[in-house]
């Protein structure tokens, strides 16, 4: 089946399912989000747009994978329950709590509830000379439970500048000192974009739809990625997909925190708007789980 046909039937089954979540739409100034649900853009469908500037480009999808030694479950309906379901906080904002719930929970090595993830999600549209609109993803995850966790936290990012029908032609090239990926569209090299961390990734992995996405769906306990795009090497014009991972420790009653920025593409770096001095120390391992 080919993505459209993907897209065709993904979209009218979100809309079949009566438990769906609700999703929402946005608009701050001129920046538009389209179809953000409690889990973020999980929904493979084209429906899942950012728009700066009236120029479209489409989050075919942008969520999160949890895991540990035991087992890696992705941060939607199948395994957290939401108990915040997405809201909107403000004419610029968003916010929802999950849980990690049932048998994924179990399976993680965790009691019912007793891990949480939070997402925060603010449009910025910025009404200085420079312009810098952009989208901020803040994640929190904190271990309510007993024991120390060790834990990997996957973001999965589906972009396709330009819009839904035009995600066949994006390349990629990686940038670790700025711990980011910057994203461009072959049939325009003047639209540019990056994906932007505010903590360095553990490790990433950059490949054509579905790959990335299928080895994540399938990912038993909590693996390295591969790393896989040299520096200075260039990915595509392919349909481009990319995982980075973040691997830390909590203790008890710890939350660990980062922020994402996708800004309005062929704009300066946008580091400075990160607060990186707000996060709490972590305690980050240095290698592979054990």
Same mark, same amino acid.
């Given at each position: 089946?080919?993505?459209?046909?993907?897209?065709?039937?993904?979209?009218?089954?979100?809309?079949?399912?009566?438990?769906?979540?609700?999703?929402?739409?946005?608009?701050? &100034?001129?920046?538009?989000?389209?179809?953000?649900?409690? /889990?973020?853009?999980?929904?493979?469908?084209? *429906?899942?747009?950012?728009? /700066?500037? &009236?120029?479209?480009?489409?989050?075919?999808?942008?969520?999160?994978?949890?895991?540990?030694?035991?087992?890696?479950?992705?941060?939607?309906?199948? *395994? /957290?329950?939401?108990?915040?379901?997405?809201?909107?906080?403000?004419?610029?904002? =968003?916010?929802?709590?999950?849980?990690?719930?049932?048998?994924?929970?179990?399976?993680?090595?965790?009691?019912?509830?007793?891990?949480?993830?939070?997402?925060?999600?603010?449009?910025?549209?910025?009404?200085? %000379?420079?312009?810098?609109?952009?989208?901020?993803?803040?994640?929190?995850?904190?271990?309510?439970?007993?024991?120390?966790?060790?834990?990997?936290? $996957?973001?999965?990012?589906?972009?396709?500048?330009?819009? *839904?029908?035009?995600?066949?032609?994006?390349?990629?090239?990686?940038?670790?000192?700025?711990?980011?990926?910057?994203?461009?569209?072959?049939?325009?090299?003047?639209?540019?974009? $990056?994906?932007?961390?505010?903590?360095?990734?553990?490790?990433?992995?950059?490949?054509?739809? %579905?790959?990335?996405?299928?080895?994540?769906? &399938?990912?038993? =306990?909590?693996?390295?990625?591969?790393?896989?795009?040299?520096?200075? =090497?260039?990915?595509?014009?392919?349909?481009?997909?990319?995982?980075?991972?973040?691997?830390?420790?909590?203790?008890?009653?710890?939350?660990?925190?980062?922020?994402?920025?996708?800004?309005?593409?062929?704009?300066?770096?946008?580091?400075?708007?990160? &607060?990186?001095?707000?996060?709490?120390?972590?305690?980050?391992? %240095?290698?592979?789980?054990?």
């Amino acid at each position: 089946m080919n993505r459209l046909a993907v897209l065709a039937l993904s979209t009218l089954v979100a809309l079949a399912l009566p438990g769906s979540a609700a999703a929402l739409d946005i608009t701050n &100034g001129d920046v538009v989000v389209q179809n953000l649900t409690s /889990f973020g853009f999980e929904q493979a469908t084209g *429906a899942n747009v950012v728009t /700066f500037d &009236g120029a479209t480009d489409d989050l075919y999808q942008l969520y999160g994978y949890l895991g540990n030694a035991n087992g890696t479950e992705a941060v939607t309906g199948g *395994a /957290f329950t939401p108990t915040t379901a997405i809201t909107q906080t403000g004419v610029d904002s =968003a916010t929802s709590v999950l849980s990690l719930d049932g048998g994924s929970a179990l399976g993680l090595g965790a009691a019912n509830g007793l891990i949480t993830v939070q997402y925060d999600w603010l449009l910025v549209d910025d009404a200085s %000379p420079n312009d810098r609109d952009h989208l901020r993803w803040t994640v929190g995850i904190t271990n309510n439970t007993g024991s120390i966790q060790s834990l990997s936290y $996957y973001i999965y990012v589906d972009l396709d500048l330009e819009g *839904a029908g035009d995600f066949g032609d994006d390349t990629a090239t990686i940038n670790l000192a700025k711990n980011r990926i910057e994203v461009g569209d072959a049939d325009n090299p003047s639209r540019t974009t $990056y994906w932007h961390s505010s903590l360095p990734y553990d490790h990433y992995q950059v490949g054509a739809y %579905p790959g990335i996405r299928n080895l994540l769906d &399938g990912m038993g =306990a909590a693996g390295d990625l591969s790393d896989n795009l040299p520096l200075g =090497a260039t990915f595509g014009p392919a349909d481009f997909t990319a995982a980075f991972q973040f691997d830390f420790t909590l203790n008890p009653g710890q939350t660990f925190r980062l922020v994402q920025v996708v800004p309005e593409p062929h704009l300066p770096a946008l580091a400075a708007l990160l &607060g990186l001095g707000l996060f709490p120390s972590l305690a980050r391992r %240095p290698g592979r789980r054990s």
